[in-house]
């Protein structure tokens, strides 16, 4: 059972309830600019055109940060949310260049930064709660269930109402699936959400090379091994030769690892 | 000590290469205002946080100290594998003087390049949590592994020039008797954080711009560190022999050349045939800095200094090696940070260009290891033939 987030364009009245759920949550402060997310901002509400999306961290299935993260920091729950854990991190901001979405930021001022990105409120989720910016939503633009029922719940949506909404729902496959899933009025391009991630899950555009990597340490340790030995050999049995050439004595093992050489 | 006297004392100093004072002494004065204003940026690098002190931001969090000291740090001490392997597991042992300065020159790399982490990681202190957090799925981790095991390895290496010095036989013998497992370790380690420094960029297929982005960069990456590892060795060569006197025997780096050439023969075909396949000709007349740079890289950096290098005339000429090996290593330097930043400036939608605390600590970090590598063969047996054989 994997948790995940619906959210429905044509729901959402832009109340911002769900901002203000999560800045209460999380203790963060105003922000001037809040279209932008940022250390102290972990969702948005955009308006492209009257039409509102929420940016916020995509939770996927196969997520690139916690790929990359060389120590394990960032976590892909078994229930589902994306993870962070800011006493295992280090501070090498790889997720933040990783992330297909752009998602997690960075505590610049601090002298002791943390990533800061929404981890769907794991606290609350692991208890069986409702994420804080989801529970207040009272006209259905958000909700949380297990990932494949809120899957069939969208396209259920979306073939009741073909007028209504924009045939594709956002999360299903981009970045393999995420864990957010994004139905609306228009094309989740006009909505901002980025067309360029690939469907294929990002960490295995490494793993496809890196898995090759102890095939390539397995011969070339054979190969170096080999070259040492036959050029060692090589150099010991020219020695022996000019030591048997210059004491004029031509033992019958020196001649025989010579015929070997020649042969 | 007083004014005039110190004046003297640099006169009296045995200067090889026909060097003046004033050349000299503007080299250690531009130094000592270096190392200071690199002390005062790193005060306020760790007091204040990246943020105040760096120009790095949430669209480009990684700047000058991951593509710079990080990055070609790790490649330009790629000499150290590249020439103990050409020396000890392939045969080639006419160039046994210059794996003692190429072992040195690696070990001050990966020690300046630990330093230069410091300075980059938000929480410096947590530098050890690989050790024992482990993500094996991580580039990262298998990085951080090798060259935590590589540095290890080189300390080894570099040990015998400390102890021959120190007159310590038992130990040194013991080192040498692990030579070839030494150089072993160190030919995959270096095999496998030489190629993953460039599989760190295969997950950002959709940021990094498509000139740069191929699933051949570990390809790239390990073949242009040996290309750059073999040109500072010429370099650093040429430096020592103007400012310390050592010379080295011509024929032994004009073989170095010749190995040169026959690298970057081959990197410069890679990244041509891999441009074909990939189709990203066409990007080269697209308006932007991404091209101009691009070429810059390749024909700067790779194909002008094998043309140089093949020249029996250049190979014959001290400074036209050193001109070639400048080259080589300048255009690896721009590889890199081509990849590293201005490969990612058109999707992250800003422009980034280090602050003087970025620019001050990383010179910092160079003025340190070229005073290291001055200090160590002055005092330590890195050239001549000091138990070579």
Not at chain 2, 204 to 217: F, G, I, V
Not at chain 2, 343 to 365: K, R, V
Request: glycine share 8%; proline share 6%.
């Amino acid at each position: 059972m994997s948790y995940a987030l619906l959210y429905d364009g044509t729901e959402c009245v832009q109340c911002g309830v769900c901002l203000t759920a999560c800045k209460m949550m999380w203790d963060l402060p105003e922000e001037v600019d809040v279209d932008r997310l940022s250390e102290n901002t972990l969702t948005t509400l955009e308006v492209h055109d009257g039409h509102p999306v929420r940016k916020m961290c995509m939770h996927c299935d196969e997520p690139a940060c916690a790929s990359v993260c060389p120590v394990g920091a960032l976590e892909k729950t078994k229930e589902g949310p994306v993870n962070y854990h800011p006493d295992k991190c280090i501070g090498c901001r790889y997720c933040m260049m990783a992330c297909p979405f752009s998602i997690p930021k960075y505590e610049w001022s601090s002298a002791l930064p943390r990533v800061r990105k929404c981890v769907m409120c794991f606290d609350r989720v692991e208890k069986g709660k409702v994420p804080a910016c989801t529970l207040p939503c009272k006209v259905g633009a958000m909700k949380f269930g297990d990932r494949d029922e809120l899957l069939a719940e969208a396209k259920q949506r979306i073939r009741n109402n073909p007028d209504r909404y924009y045939d594709h729902i956002y999360g299903e496959k981009e970045a393999g699936g995420t864990g957010v899933l994004y139905i609306g009025a228009v094309a989740p391009e006009k909505l901002g959400l980025p067309m360029t991630v690939p469907t294929e899950p990002l960490p295995q555009f490494t793993w496809r090379v890196l898995e090759k990597l102890p095939g390539v340490v397995a011969v070339g340790a054979s190969f170096c091994m080999g070259m040492w030995w036959l050029i060692n050999r090589r150099d010991k049995i020219r020695e022996e030769d000019l030591e048997a050439i210059t004491t004029g004595r031509s033992t019958a093992e020196t001649g025989h690892e010579l015929e070997e050489v020649q042969s | 000590m007083s004014g005039p006297i110190h004046l003297r004392q640099g006169i009296q100093l045995p200067l090889a290469g026909g060097f003046t004072l004033p050349r000299f002494f503007f080299w250690k004065s531009l130094g000592a205002v270096i190392l200071a204003v690199g002390i005062y940026a790193t005060i306020t690098r760790f007091w204040y946080g990246l943020g105040a002190t760096t120009n790095l931001t949430d669209q480009t969090p990684w700047g000058i100290w991951v593509a710079f000291d990080v990055l070609c740090g790790v490649g330009l001490a790629a000499g150290g594998f590249t020439i103990t392997a050409a020396v000890y597991l392939f045969g080639l042992k006419h160039l046994r003087p210059i794996a003692r300065p190429a072992v040195l020159t690696a070990y001050l790399g990966y020690t300046l390049v630990s330093a230069g982490l410091i300075f980059d990681l938000g929480k410096p202190m947590n530098i050890w949590h690989p050790l024992v957090m482990w993500n094996p799925h991580s580039v990262m981790f298998e990085v951080a592994w090798c060259v935590m095991l590589y540095s290890t390895v080189l300390t080894l290496e570099f040990s015998p020039m400390l102890f021959e010095k120190l007159g310590w036989h038992k130990p040194a013998a013991v080192v040498k008797k692990l030579t070839i497992p030494l150089v072993l370790a160190g030919v995959l380690l270096s095999t496998m954080h030489q190629s993953s420094l460039g599989s760190v960029f295969l997950i950002m297929p959709t940021k990094l711009h498509p000139l740069w982005y191929s699933s051949m960069l570990p390809v790239f990456f390990f073949v242009s560190s040996i290309a750059v590892g073999l040109a500072m060795v010429i370099f650093e060569s040429y430096l020592s022999y103007r400012f310390l006197g050592h010379r080295l025997k011509k024929d032994v780096l004009m073989s170095v050349a010749r190995g040169g050439v026959v690298v970057l023969g081959v990197y410069l075909m890679l990244r041509i045939v891999d441009m074909l396949y990939r189709g990203v000709f066409p990007l080269l007349f697209e308006p932007g800095i991404e091209a101009p740079l691009f070429i810059a890289e390749l024909v700067g950096g790779a194909l002008i200094p094998m043309l140089l290098f093949a020249n029996y005339r250049v190979r014959q000429s001290r400074k036209g090696l050193f001109f070639a090996a400048t080259l080589v290593v300048l255009g690896f330097v721009l590889g890199r940070l081509n990849v590293a930043l201005t490969g990612f400036e058109a999707s992250s939608g800003e422009s980034y260009f280090p602050s003087w605390q970025e620019l001050s600590i990383t010179l910092m970090l160079v003025v340190v290891g070229f005073m290291a590598f001055g200090l160590a063969a002055k005092h330590l047996p890195v050239f001549g033939s000091h138990k070579a054989h």
